[in-house]
């Protein structure tokens, strides 16, 4: 009797334990998703091989009260490539396909034209997996709902309607890394040759059903009976995405709808198949060679993160307003998947990680826990110099706004990264060991920090000021905002109007031969201001930037910025839009 009441209340005790683990984490993540302004979120936690979690936090649209629950579907983006790549080695595993054969011995209805970068060394489903075949075309748009879809072989050759370039080889296969959403569209192509099957169909039968995946689908686009379940996009500035979602006839390498429970299943797919356990869509020896890393921490389809029985593995996954990330160990037993109906530049997923992580205590993950930060009082006229955008790495800005007695990473227009001051000068993140240091000159002028990040210091120079309702000034030359406005529209285009515009680097050029999508609408340009940045060692694109000019730009959307770099020759090297 008294061995099963101490049972008894030992369990009272886990049950108590977990419920306050449970408020805590819904606390953190209503809390992050508050600052961030996102609409909905989805997650499933895994703990001891079994989904522990599953809940959905806000709503489906930022204007609708229909709650987000764990049944509903979300983009998963690039996410889509490994769920996909499973279904390519089970091929591999049947002998329809071989991991180091030239694609072109199976491939039927399109081949990959060769060149002399593809005469020694061939493109391989290994190298498409990995992402080291030297094949073009980084990710894909998707296409609005109502707008013709191309076909796949349209989308590899790059023919109308397809919105991309076409997908070739520019350097020889096999001898680095570089991400391409073209090899995967190549591999699907491939797996439609060798099955004979519609992609959707074919996934289904092989890895969505035998991994229980059951509320996810690869059909592009949606059949009504599952539209009907979905979250609706919202990009960065957290407009609507018009249609509600694009559609990406890419299937494989961003056209997976599903849920956050059902990404959780595909990983324990993956941890049962890597012990080797019954049943499994890969047998343990593919899986192996699937978290084997092939360059660059990057393994079949997934992406590697650790070593040893601390391994994890996941993916990232943005289509057009949703945002997802799935993260696992492979002998833990633990993992999370986390779904957003947003495009969200923070690190705001990687916080909830972090929380999950540290609440669930998964062996060997290194987070950072958030420091107790002393402040010191730093008058509102210091904080307001501060402000503004420094170049943090090549064609990667950090911006910094004041906001009561701190400063604040401003990322998609919402307050970030917290900095606390610790002097009038230094300030430090309240959420990692980051450091940035000003030092004004005799007019209180600020050209530069220095910014240290762990072992990491040095200086970024500073690109300009926010734009707080800033008033247009007179143009001093309405003819280079002509040229420039020309320049920005073939770069949001790509393809032939890159190649042929005038007043573009070369780097940029080379850059946005896919096209940006950004500004694709722009209807008009009012000149702002304009800032010398000689010698402060800028570059965007291979291009050494002398001058940037600021602009207030009009476009089908809400009222925008844009920053444009300019060389000593007067070329774009590059464009930022921003919202403040």
């Not at 204007?63 to 390519?88: D, E, M």
């Not at 397809?162 to 192509?189: C, E, H, I, K, L």
């Not at 049962?272 to 356990?277: E, H, P, T, V």
Request: aromatic share 8%.
């Amino acid at each position: 009797m008294r061995q099963l009441l101490q049972s008894l209340v030992v369990l009272s005790l886990l049950s108590l334990a977990s419920e306050s683990r449970a408020d805590d984490l819904d606390e953190f993540i209503k809390k992050q998703m508050q600052k961030r302004h996102v609409p909905g979120l989805s997650i499933a936690i895994i703990q001891d091989g079994k989904i522990v979690k599953a809940k959905g936090y806000g709503t489906i649209d930022k204007n609708s009260t229909t709650p987000i629950t764990a049944s509903t579907l979300f983009q998963a983006g690039s996410i889509s490539k490994s769920v996909a790549a499973a279904g390519a080695l089970y091929l591999t595993e049947k002998g329809k396909l071989a991991l180091d054969e030239d694609v072109n011995v199976k491939l039927k209805t399109w081949k990959v034209p060769e060149n002399e970068l593809t005469k020694d060394k061939k493109v391989t489903l290994r190298g498409l997996l990995s992402h080291t075949t030297g094949l073009t075309v980084h990710g894909f748009p998707g296409y609005e709902v109502g707008k013709p879809i191309p076909s796949v072989v349209q989308i590899l050759d790059g023919s109308p309607p397809a919105n991309t370039p076409a997908v070739r080889a520019d350097f020889v296969p096999g001898t680095r890394w570089r991400y391409s959403g073209g090899g995967y569209t190549v591999m699907q192509q491939l797996m439609l040759d060798v099955t004979g099957k519609p992609f959707p169909e074919f996934m289904q039968e092989t890895v969505l059903g035998p991994m229980n995946m059951n509320e996810s689908t690869y059909q592009q686009p949606l059949p009504a009976d599952k539209a009907k379940l979905t979250a609706t996009g919202h990009y960065g500035d957290r407009s609507l995405v018009k249609g509600r979602w694009h559609i990406y006839p890419e299937m494989a390498a961003a056209g997976l709808w599903t849920t956050s429970s059902d990404l959780a299943r595909f990983a324990m797919g993956i941890q049962n198949a890597f012990a080797g356990k019954a049943g499994s869509v890969l047998s343990k020896e593919m899986t192996q060679q699937m978290l084997t890393d092939q360059k660059d921490k990057d393994g079949l389809g997934i992406f590697l993160e650790g070593d040893g029985p601390t391994m994890r593995f996941g993916h990232n996954g943005r289509d057009e307003g949703f945002d997802a990330l799935l993260t696992a160990g492979a002998e833990t037993g633990q993992g999370v998947a986390i779904m957003i109906n947003a495009n969200d530049n923070s690190r705001m997923m990687g916080h909830i990680v972090d929380e999950v992580a540290r609440q669930y205590h998964w062996a060997g993950y290194k987070s950072s826990s958030p420091a107790k930060r002393i402040a010191v009082p730093v008058t509102a006229k210091t904080l307001t110099a501060y402000e503004g955008r420094y170049e943090l790495y090549n064609n990667r800005m950090i911006t910094f706004i004041a906001t009561k007695d701190r400063l604040f990473t401003l990322t998609d227009g919402f307050d970030d990264e917290e900095f606390v001051p610790e002097t009038a000068t230094r300030f430090v993140s309240a959420d990692r060991d980051a450091y940035v240091t000003f030092s004004p000159n005799a007019r209180g002028e600020v050209t530069e920090l220095v910014w240290k990040n762990g072992t990491e210091e040095r200086k970024i120079p500073r690109i300009g000021p926010l734009f707080n309702a800033p008033k247009s000034a007179p143009d001093p030359d309405p003819a280079r905002t002509k040229k420039i406005e020309v320049a920005l529209m073939a770069l949001a285009k790509g393809g032939k109007a890159v190649e042929e515009a005038p007043g573009i680097t070369p780097g940029a050029r080379k850059d946005f031969m896919q096209g940006a999508g950004v500004l694709s609408d722009l209807k008009s340009m009012t000149f702002i201001s304009t800032e010398d940045v000689k010698g402060r060692g800028i570059e965007r694109h291979a291009g050494k930037v002398d001058q940037i000019l600021n602009y207030k730009i009009t476009t089908n959307n809400t009222p925008h910025y844009v920053i444009v770099h300019l060389t000593s020759d007067g070329l774009v090297t590059d464009y930022d839009v921003v919202e403040k």
